[in-house]
């Protein structure tokens, strides 16, 4: 184990991008964009658990359970008021 650990920031609304679903939450390829980030870096030799960074107003819903519940998921972890925040918690 490399004591290393990422991190995800997806606590955005997309409020420039548009749309009633975040784009972190949109569906590529079968899965969601934000899971697809998760799956590859858990992935990585080098990185031993993942952070993901989700909203206030997703941090108790259906999809931080299902990140939650994905291999080498350490936590999930409520965001800031902006990017820079977030990156903080």
Known sequence: ???AVAIVVAAGRSTRFGGATPK????????????R????????????????VLSRDDIGGPRAAALRGMHGVLAVVPGGSTRMVSALV
């Open 1 to 3: 184990m490399s004591g």
């Open 24 to 35: 972190q939450f949109l569906d590529l390829a079968g899965e969601s964009v934000v899971s």
């Open 37 to 52: 980030a998760v799956r590859a870096l858990t992935a990585c030799p080098g990185i031993d658990g993942v952070v993901v």
